[in-house]
C-alpha cells in the first residue's frame, strides 16, 4: 500500500511507482537488509549494523540539505533514493557548481529475481523527482568508478561523465545531466516515447518513402522497367496482380526521382497499401534474391523502416536550421543513409533501446568500454612520428590511465604486458563477454571499464566522434552488427598496414602542388590495433569471428579550421529534411552566390583533386558522400578532407609502393579504372545532387554537368603533361560501364561481395550515357 504522504507517483511499464520520505522507525529494518546486501557493495554499508543503519537515515532526515525516499512499486517496498545540495556534501568546491544543481543517489532493491524494465523505470521515476521542482535544472551524481552498471544506467539517462573526483571512500565518476539531456536520452524518453515511431503514421510515410526509392534505384539498375502512361509512370508485378502508378521525373544517368506521395498501388485491381515488404517479395523473382536469402534482405527493409520512421518522429532539425549548425549537429541530421542502397540502414542486432543509445541519427553520446589485450597476443601499428605512449597520453587523462593501471594491478597483472584497445558497449556487452569468455578467463583479455571521454556515432556507424575533446582522434572500432549487406567487423591482420597505408597516401598529397593549391587533405588513420589470441584466429580461416576485436584511430578535422570556416559531411549535400526542404539549397542561397558560381566552387574542392589523383597517380578513392568532409566558408566549399583511407584506396597502375603499402595495388583492367570517377563520382553522387538542384529549380541538369565537364576540362588544360593519361583514362568517354550496388546486396543478403571485384559481370547493367560526354571540348 502507499501512504498518504506520497511525494510522487507515475505509472509505468512495471507498474504504479510511488516516492515517499523514508521513515526510520518503519523502514530501517527494510533499508539495512538493502544497503548490507552483498549486491549492494557500492553503496559502502556492507558492515553496517542495524543501529548504523537507523542512525544514518536518522541523520540524512534531521538534515535540511539531504532527504532520503522510499520508493515502491505497485504498494511494494522497491528502492532507496537520496537526493542533497551538492553544496552543502562533499562535493563542495569539488566541481563546478551551478544554481540549480541537486544531487541524487538510488539503490534498486537487491532481488534473486530482475524484471525486465524495472531498474529503468525505477530510475527514471527517481530522475523526474529530481527535476520535478522547476528550480532544479542539472543533475549530479558521483558513483564509484568500478560501478560499470550504474555507468551505463546514467549514459542512458544522458549523463555526462566531467570528470573523477577522490572522495572519502572512493573515486567518483562525477557525472552531470541537464534537464534537457535527460529529456533527450533513451530512458528519458520512457519506452514508449522510444517506440513512438512505430506507428500507422510515420510507418506509413516511411513505406512510401522507401517504396519511391525502390522503385527509382532498381529503375536505374535497369532491375524493373516501370512504363509511362501519360504523365505519370506504372509497374506490374511479375505476377500481374500488384499495380503501381507513380509519377516520377528522369534525369542523367538514368536517375529516377519517384513521388512518394504519388504513388497508388492495387491488388487484384482493388486500393492496398504501399508497404515495402510487399513490394520487395512481388519483385524478389525480377530483383534476383534467393528464396532462402529473401527473410534476410527484409531484416534489413524492416530496419531501414524503422529507422525512417524514427527520423521522420525525431530529427525535427530543418534544412535552413542546419546551415549554422555544428559538425556533428549535421552529421545526427542526416536522414537517408547511402543514396543508392534500398535496404540502407539495417542496423541487424541493435535493440530498440540500443538503436536510441547508439545509432547515428539519435546525436546520443556515450564512452567506449576499454579492454586490455596481453601484449603477446595483439598488435598495435603506428604511423610515423606516432609512439605508444604518445598515442595513449593523447587520448587517455592520466586519471583514466591510472584507473586501468590500477585495475590491472588489483588482479596482480602487470601494466606492461597489456596494450589498450576501445570497443564499442553494445561489442563489449554482446560479443566480446560471451564469444570471448575464455580469453577473459585466461587475462588474456581483461575488462578495464568505460572511459571518460565521451563520443558520438558517424553515419558510418562503426566510427565515433570525441565530443569531450574535439581535438582528440575519431576511433573506428569492430561492431559486429550487419548493415547494407556487411558484418561491420575489422580485420586485426588487414589493418596492420594501416597507417603506413594512410602516411605514404598522406605524404603524396602534401608532396603535390595541385592538391596543396586546392587545399585537399586526408585524415589519416595514425594507429591500429587488434587482439589475434583467440581460437577463431588459430583456425587460420578468415571468418567473422576474427573481425570482432579491432579498432584505428584517425584524425580530427577540427584542427585544421582556420577562422571561420565550419565543417559538414558531405552527405549533407544530398539531405532533405522531414518537410522535404534541401540543405544544398539551403547552403546556395545562404551564401549569396548563384547557383552555377556555388557548384563550380564546390566541384573545384571536390572533383578536381579526385581527378588528379587518378590521372597523375592513378590512385583511386572511395569518395563518396560519407568519405568526405567539407570545409565551408561563408556556406560554400572551399576545400575536402578525405577519410577512410585504409581500407578504400587503391593504386590502378604501376606506382611504385613501399612494400608496406603494396597491399592497396589493385590489378584492374583498363577499362575499370575512369570508374572511379564515373560510378564513384558521376553515378554515385553528383546524379543525385543533380537532381535535387534541378528538382528545386535552382539549376538546370545540361548546366550542372556542363559545370562538371568544365571543372575536368579545366584541370586538363592545367597539365598537358598529363595528356596520355587523359586520352587512356577517358572521363568524357560516350558511354561506361554500369556498376550496380544494389544487385551486390541482392544477390547475397547475407555478406555482399567484395566490392573491388569490379570485373564480375553480375555486378553491371550495360552502359550509362556519360553526362559530359556531349560537352567535350
Known amino acids: 500500500m502507499t501512504t498518504a504522504d506520497v511525494l510522487l507517483s507515475r505509472s509505468t511499464e512495471v507498474g504504479t511507482v510511488t516516492i515517499e520520505p523514508v521513515d526510520v522507525d518503519r523502514d530501517g529494518d527494510v533499508l539495512h537488509a538493502w544497503v548490507t546486501h552483498p549486491r549492494s557493495v557500492f553503496w559502502g554499508m556492507q558492515d553496517a549494523s542495524v543501529q548504523d543503519v537507523w542512525d544514518a537515515y536518522a541523520a540524512i532526515v534531521a538534515d535540511r540539505h539531504h532527504d532520503a525516499w522510499l520508493g515502491r512499486v505497485d504498494g511494494e517496498p522497491a528502492f532507496l533514493a537520496e537526493t542533497y545540495d551538492p553544496e552543502h556534501s562533499e562535493l563542495a568546491g569539488r566541481y563546478d557548481w551551478r544554481l540549480g544543481d541537486i544531487g541524487m543517489h538510488v539503490l534498486v532493491a537487491p532481488t534473486d529475481r530482475p524484471r525486465s524494465g524495472f531498474t529503468s523505470a525505477v530510475f527514471r521515476t527517481v530522475m523526474e523527482l529530481c527535476l520535478d521542482d522547476p528550480r532544479r535544472h542539472r543533475v549530479v551524481v558521483e558513483p564509484d568508478v568500478r560501478n560499470e552498471p550504474i555507468a551505463a544506467l546514467n549514459a542512458s539517462a544522458g549523463f555526462t561523465v566531467v570528470g573523477h573526483v577522490q572522495l572519502s571512500d572512493k573515486v567518483a565518476a562525477l557525472s552531470v545531466c541537464t534537464r534537457d539531456d535527460f529529456e533527450r536520452s533513451a530512458l528519458g524518453r520512457g519506452p514508449h516515447d522510444v517506440a513512438a515511431h512505430l506507428s500507422p503514421g510515420p510507418m506509413g510515410r516511411a513505406h512510401r518513402m522507401l517504396v519511391a526509392k525502390a522503385i527509382g534505384e532498381f529503375a536505374h539498375e535497369r532491375l524493373l522497367d516501370p512504363r509511362p502512361v501519360g504523365p505519370d509512370h506504372e509497374l506490374f508485378s511479375p505476377d500481374g496482380r500488384s499495380h503501381y502508378l507513380f509519377h516520377a521525373h528522369r534525369y542523367d544517368l538514368d536517375h529516377w526521382v519517384v513521388g512518394p506521395w504519388s504513388i497508388v498501388r492495387t491488388v487484384d485491381g482493388e486500393p492496398a497499401d504501399v508497404d515495402a515488404l510487399a513490394f520487395v517479395v512481388e519483385h524478389a523473382d525480377v530483383l534476383g534474391i534467393p528464396d532462402g536469402l529473401l527473410p534476410t534482405y527484409l531484416e534489413e527493409i524492416s530496419s531501414t523502416l524503422a529507422g525512417s520512421a524514427w527520423k521522420h518522429v525525431h530529427a525535427t532539425t ?100 597489456y596494450l589498450l584497445v576501445p570497443v564499442h558497449p553494445w561489442q563489449w556487452e554482446h560479443k566480446i563477454a560471451v564469444t570471448f569468455a575464455a580469453d577473459l578467463g585466461r587475462d588474456d583479455l581483461v575488462l578495464l571499464g568505460r572511459g571518460d571521454d565521451e563520443y558520438q556515432a558517424q553515419q558510418s556507424i562503426r566510427t565515433y566522434f570525441n565530443t569531450s575533446r574535439r581535438d582528440r582522434h575519431y576511433v573506428k572500432t569492430a561492431l559486429s552488427i550487419q548493415n547494407m549487406g556487411f558484418v561491420r567487423g575489422l580485420s586485426p591482420r588487414y589493418m596492420r598496414a594501416t597507417p603506413a597505408i594512410n602516411d605514404w597516401v598522406a605524404d603524396l598529397v602534401a608532396s603535390d602542388d595541385e592538391l596543396v593549391a586546392g587545399g585537399f587533405g586526408v585524415l589519416r588513420e595514425r594507429a591500429a590495433i587488434g587482439y589475434t589470441g583467440d581460437a577463431y584466429h588459430r583456425l587460420g580461416t578468415p571468418s567473422p569471428y576474427t573481425k570482432m576485436i579491432a579498432a584505428l584511430w584517425r584524425e580530427s578535422p577540427e584542427a585544421r579550421l582556420a577562422d571561420g570556416e565550419r565543417l559538414a559531411t558531405m552527405a549533407s549535400l544530398l539531405h532533405r529534411d522531414r518537410d522535404g526542404a534541401s540543405y544544398a539549397v539551403a547552403l546556395v542561397r545562404a551564401s549569396g552566390l548563384d547557383a552555377t558560381t556555388w557548384v563550380r566552387r564546390y566541384l573545384r574542392a571536390y572533383l578536381r583533386p579526385v581527378v588528379h ?165
Open 318 to 417: 530543418s534544412a535552413r536550421d542546419l546551415v549554422g549548425a555544428d559538425f556533428q549537429a549535421i552529421e545526427a541530421a542526416m536522414t537517408e543513409g547511402h543514396p543508392a542502397f534500398v535496404a540502407n540502414n539495417g542496423r541487424i542486432g541493435f535493440s530498440l533501446a540500443e538503436h536510441a543509445a547508439y545509432a547515428p541519427e539519435t546525436g546520443s553520446r556515450f564512452a567506449v568500454v576499454w579492454v586490455a589485450a596481453r601484449r603477446s597476443l595483439a598488435h598495435l601499428s603506428l604511423g610515423e612520428g606516432l609512439d605508444e605512449e604518445s598515442l595513449y597520453t593523447g587520448e587517455l587523462d592520466p586519471s583514466t590511465r591510472r584507473r586501468f593501471a590500477g585495475t590491472l594491478h588489483g588482479r596482480g597483472l602487470d601494466p606492461s604486458d
Open 613 to 777: 589523383c587518378l590521372h597523375r597517380y592513378e590512385l583511386a578513392f572511395m569518395p563518396h558522400g560519407e568519405n568526405l568532409v567539407l570545409v565551408l566558408d561563408g556556406h560554400v566549399p572551399t576545400r575536402v578532407l578525405m577519410k577512410d583511407i585504409g581500407e578504400e584506396v587503391a593504386v590502378m597502375g604501376d606506382l611504385e609502393l613501399p612494400a608496406e603499402v603494396e597491399r592497396v595495388r589493385a590489378d584492374v583492367p583498363a577499362e575499370v579504372k575512369p570508374l572511379s570517377v564515373l560510378t564513384d563520382v558521376f553515378d554515385g553522387f553528383l546524379r543525385f545532387l543533380a537532381a535535387i538542384l534541378a528538382e528545386d529549380g535552382l539549376l538546370a541538369p545540361d548546366e550542372f554537368w556542363a559545370l562538371v565537364a568544365e571543372c575536368i576540362a579545366d584541370h586538363q588544360a592545367d597539365h598537358p603533361e598529363l595528356a596520355e593519361a587523359f586520352a587512356r583514362i577517358d572521363l568524357f568517354a560516350p558511354e561506361f560501364a554500369h556498376s550496380c550496388l544494389n544487385r551486390l546486396q541482392l544477390r547475397d543478403t547475407r555478406q555482399m561481395v567484395d566490392l573491388a571485384d569490379q570485373a564480375d559481370s553480375l555486378l553491371f547493367a550495360g552502359t550509362l550515357v556519360n553526362p559530359v560526354a556531349r560537352f567535350r571540348r
